[in-house]
C-alpha cells in the first residue's frame, strides 16, 4: 500500500472516530447546519428529540410533542391517504411533518417550510375565491393562513367565531372549574410522629412550619416520599416523585418544552426544569407557581407589563373580588384548566400558546369575546404591553371572516 495513501486513510479514520465520539459524548452542535427555529432553539444540543439515531427526522418524535395540538388534525397523512381524498395529488400521498416543517432552514409563519402556494394543489385560487364572496382581497394559498380564517391542521375557521359575535366581554366567564383536588391518602399517626422526629424535620423549622400549614402536610408526602430518591437524599426532587398524585399533571408537563424529556437536559441553568422551580411543596403558594416563577425565567415586555395590566388589577385589587370573573396570571393563559384533564391544570404550557387561534378559542373567548380576542392577539403592541391598550379595528380579514360566520352559524 502507498505510503501516503495509508497516512490519508489513517487520517481519516481518525476524523471518523473523533466525529463520533463528538456526536455520542454531546457535543451535536458541531453537526447543526443552520440554526433552529425559535420553538425549537432548546433542542440546539438534544439532536435526539427530532432524529432517529444516525437518520433523519422522525414523525413519531414530532408526534411525541405536538399529539394534542394534532388531535384535529384535518390534513394527517392519514386522513390525505383516505380513500374518501381520491383527488389528492400524488405529490401530496406521502406528505408528513418535514414536508412542511423542516428545521435548519429560514421558515415562514409558525415555522412553515413548504413551498408558497401549497395549498391551491387541492384547493384552485379560482374555487377558494367563489366560495369567498365579497373577500375584502384576493383569496388564494398565502390569505388562507390569515387572522380569523383557516389553520392547516386544525381547520380552526370562521364557524366558531360565530360564538357571541360582537360581545366584547363575557357577562360570565366560561373558565372550566376545578376539580374537587387530589385525594390525600393520610398518614398514620405513627408514621406522622416519625417523620416530625427525624433530623430532617428538627433542623428545618422554617421549611417545616411552611409544611405544617400546606396541603401536603397530614398525607403520605412526607420529606422522605419526595426526597429520599433511590436510598439517596436530593435538595431537588424529580418529577416522577409527583407522577403518584398528581399523573394528569406531569403527564402534560412532559409534553410542553419546559417538561419534555429531550430537553430537560438543555434547559437554562443547564439543568432540568421541575415542580419544584415553579411550585414551593411545602406551602403550595399558587401566586408563585403562577405568576413569581414565571417572572424570574421570562424576561420580556410582556411579561414584565402584566403587572399593570387589566388582568393584574382584577387579580388583585379588592374592589374586583366579587366578581364574577376571575382574571388570570400567567398560568391562568399559558396553562389553563382543561376540560379533557378533568378540570386540572393543563401543565403544557406551549399548547394554547403555539396557535394565536387557538388561545383565543381555548382561553381568550372565556371572558372576551373572539373578535376582540383575536384583534388582540394579532396586535404586537397589544401583546406586548401584557394586553394594557384596547386593540385597535378588526382586521380586514377577521370582519370578513366573522360576517361569513353569521351566514354559516347554525
Known sequence: MNQSFAVILTLTFIGIAVLGVSFTGGDATTFIPAPLTAAHARFVAACEACHAPWGGPDAGRCLACHRRAMSRDTHSAAVLAAPVKAAVPAALAGVG?????????????????????????CHPATAMTAAHPGAPGPVDAATCRTVGCHNYHDNVSSPWLAVDIGVRVRKESRVVAPPGGVEKRPLSPEGLAAMRESPYYRLNPIVTARYEIGAHYGGEATCDACHLVGGKRTQRPPVAVCVDCHKAETVSFGHGRHGSAAGQAVSPPNRPVG????????????????????ERCHDTDHVANYRKSGHYRYLTEPIFALTPMKAPDCAGCHMPRSSSLGGGVDHNETLSSASKERMAETVCVACHGPVYALSALYDPAVVASNFTYTPGPAPAPLAYAVDRAGEVAP
Do not use: I, M, N, W
Open 275 to 294: 415542580c419544584g422551580d415553579c411550585h414551593d411543596a411545602h406551602s403550595l403558594r399558587t401566586e408563585r407557581a403562577g405568576l413569581e416563577a414565571c
Open 97 to 121: 411533518c418535514v414536508t412542511c416543517h423542516r428545521e435548519h432552514r429560514r421558515t415562514q409563519a409558525k415555522g412553515y417550510t413548504g413551498p408558497v402556494g401549497f395549498c391551491v394543489d
